[in-house]
């Protein structure tokens, strides 16, 4: 057993290979705190044949027993995987990926499993820092480690690896991986965090992720076994020189036809006489690949040489961008974004707290109040195909829109009300998930939430050759397909509130970084001029069709008077009015129905339960029991007190049963509350007021 250890973030981070999963090509335990995962790699010895694809998978698995709980459900173990499950896969995927030689197609799985969590130290960094290190020591090759670390913000205060509270209640969330020179991945999210503070987290994060990198290396030299060569699947050079003198020039012009319906057949029909040209001379798979590889050059070339795109923009323009609100008739608000040939259909639901989400897993059960759903039906990139469940990526584009709207919504006290937006792609060409923020802040705003500030999303591009590059802002499907980064990045005009970077390089410059930060910036403020002259602050009053929610605080002693024994007194309110209610341990109460009559008709009936008797004042009380010195009336459930027999009528009572039976109603007025708490109530009195 080999084992390496640092301190990092004021903690002890350590990696051990060689005690466990041993039939692994590599397996890393890694402990940061009382959290402890396992990451294990294989690969496959040979390639996979026929295809133009790195069948690289990974997988993120949470187990119940890390916190000592046992799952829910009928079968009692672990399902499918949940949200942040495929999240944390994808986050651990994304860093490693372009890291791989070019031309590899060995099957490779990578799989994480959280076999201890404290609720302390995040798992999903331990992941991506054990996947990397037990590709580093396999004979996998994979040659360049890792590094990993999350920054958090509290009062500007940075924070190398926050606790899971620190991270929850912080200013921003960073995930930042680096090898030991460039940036490979950026995951953030952040209350409108600065360029200036978001550049120095990244800068402090890539210093600590070098020192991860070191304790790899120091491992791997203890450990690692020789890396395997292999023979790169590409295609003979002569033969693409045949498919490149046959293609080349109709390529470059059809490449430039804005256009994407148009060019996608252009390309096809090019294709397509390469193949009836070459016959069984050249293999179908293969002409396809050189052509694409010959679009790929076009494009880049024309970026980097002549600052030309395929549809004919410069680097910095945007693509015309049109916004409506308030498409659909009947739901609570809706808008259509279109950005070029990208276009959704946003939708906002309101619901109540009975909607909200309840997400269970090993950091507890929690709920959310606000959602954010993606979806990529195949007609939007003109295809046909069947119609499965939820993939990875629509979580992932719906997770990223989620995070950058969510820094700017109301509190609860301020809107009670639960929020769901669904992000429906009309057409693609780039960028959905930063169309999804645009159109998602515009539903939002049609739909009566009262937002603090709209937020607009953009991505920027980048083509790269030796010391030349070029950044780019819009990307379309082209540009991100043969172009070397998506840089999303999405904000208010104050500040960065979500990015998500993904390269296909082996990483960024702190240069490249920064330069995007602030080109991205520039962009994303001209895309909120364009929407604010659509819609400029949310609509003053929420959809007729939207349930209707008023918040009170009651007494806490009074909740056992609204509930009633059994739930009778609530239930009948329920009933009674048809609103929901729902009460809280600290005596908040949220009353929400259909429409305003409901709510109002709940309202009245709790404050007749709640409200607290007041010495002076008149109310129309129940007898309850006849004595023989006097009647007890209840005024308010729970509540009731003595009329004394002199307190019956102005003239001389000689027996209660002469002026009152059980069950009457009586008109009384409060005298005193005695220092029992007694209440003493006069009938005579109250009937001299009224007079």
């Not at 890396?227 to 059809?254: G, H, Y």
Request: glycine share 8%; net charge negative.
């Amino acid at each position: 057993m080999v084992r390496v250890e640092a301190e990092i973030g004021g903690r002890i981070l350590s990696l051990e290979t060689g005690s466990v999963a041993k039939q692994a090509d590599g397996a890393v335990w890694v402990r940061y705190g009382d959290t402890v995962v396992l990451a294990t790699v294989v690969a496959s010895t040979t390639p996979r044949e026929n295809i133009d694809f790195f069948p690289l998978s990974v997988e993120f698995q949470e187990r119940m027993y890390a916190t000592g709980k046992i799952p829910g459900g009928f079968f009692k173990r672990e399902g499918r995987p949940n949200g942040k499950e495929v999240l944390s896969g994808r986050l651990i995927d994304r860093p490693l990926r372009p890291l791989f030689p070019k031309g590899y197609r060995n099957d490779v799985q990578v799989i994480v499993t959280v076999l201890s969590a404290d609720n302390e130290n995040t798992p999903d960094i331990m992941g991506i820092i054990g996947a990397s290190a037990a590709l580093y020591i396999s004979d996998i090759p994979f040659t360049i480690p890792v590094g990993a670390v999350r920054m958090g913000m509290i009062d500007g205060k940075l924070i190398v690896n926050p606790s899971v509270k620190e991270r929850d209640n912080g200013e921003m969330n960073v995930v930042a991986c680096c090898s030991k020179d460039k940036t490979l991945m950026i995951e953030a999210e952040g209350n409108e965090i600065t360029e200036d503070v978001m550049i120095q987290a990244l800068l402090q994060g890539a210093e600590v992720s070098r020192r991860i990198i070191t304790m790899q290396e120091e491992l791997r030299e203890k450990a690692g076994v020789q890396k395997n060569t292999f023979v790169s699947c590409e295609i003979a050079p002569e033969l693409i020189a045949r498919i490149r003198d046959f293609a080349i020039e109709r390529l470059k012009l059809v490449v430039f036809i804005s256009e994407k319906k148009e060019k996608n057949k252009a390309i096809e029909g090019i294709i397509n006489d390469a193949i009836a040209h070459f016959g069984e001379e050249i293999k179908t798979t293969d002409i396809k690949t050189v052509v694409e590889k010959l679009q790929k050059e076009i494009v880049r070339k024309s970026i980097l040489l002549d600052g030309k795109r395929a549809d004919g923009r410069g680097l910095l323009d945007l693509r015309e961008i049109t916004c409506e609100v308030g498409v659909l008739p009947r739901t609570h608000g809706s808008a259509i974004f279109t950005r070029g040939q990208t276009q959704t259909i946003a939708v906002a639901t309101l619901g109540t707290v009975e909607d909200e989400q309840i997400v269970d897993n090993i950091e507890g059960k929690t709920k959310k109040r606000f959602m954010l759903h993606y979806n990529f039906p195949p007609f939007s990139v003109g295809e046909a195909s069947p119609l499965r469940g939820t993939g990875r990526r629509e979580m992932g584009h719906g997770a990223l829109a989620e995070r950058s709207i969510a820094p700017v919504l109301p509190k609860a006290e301020e809107f009670p009300y639960t929020v769901r937006v669904v992000s429906d792609i009309l057409e693609s060409n780039g960028s959905t998930s930063m169309a999804s923020v645009c159109g998602g802040t515009l539903a939002l705003m049609d739909a009566g939430v009262p937002i603090s500030t709209p937020v607009a999303g953009i991505s920027v591009g980048l083509v790269e050759d030796g010391e030349k590059h070029a950044l780019f802002t819009d990307i379309t499907g082209m540009e991100d397909q043969y172009g070397d980064m998506d840089f999303k990045v999405a904000g208010t005009k104050k500040g960065i509130t979500g990015i998500q970077v993904d390269i296909k390089v082996l990483g960024l410059s702190d240069e490249i970084v920064s330069k995007a930060l602030f080109q991205a910036k520039q962009a994303r403020e001209a895309i909120l001029d364009i929407m604010e002259k659509t819609i400029n602050k949310p609509s003053e009053e929420v959809s007729p069709y939207a349930p209707k929610i008023h918040i009170l605080t009651i007494p806490v002693s009074k909740i056992r008077d609204l509930i009633g024994p059994g739930g009778k007194i609530i239930k009948g309110i329920i009933e009674t009015t048809k609103a929901k209610i729902n009460v809280s341990d600290d005596g908040t109460v949220v009353v929400s129905g259909p429409n305003h009559e409901a709510v109002n008709q709940a309202l009245e009936a709790i404050a007749c339960i709640t409200a607290e008797v007041e010495v002076g004042k008149i109310y129309m009380g129940k007898v309850l029991r006849i004595m023989n010195f006097g009647a007890f009336v209840e005024v308010m459930p729970g509540r009731e007190g003595l009329v004394h027999i002199s307190q019956l009528s102005s003239e001389r009572v000689n027996r209660v049963e002469d002026v009152v039976s059980e069950g009457d109603e009586l008109l009384v007025k409060l005298m005193e509350i005695d220092n029992q708490g007694r209440l003493n109530f006069s009938h005579k009195a109250a009937l001299q007021e009224r007079k």
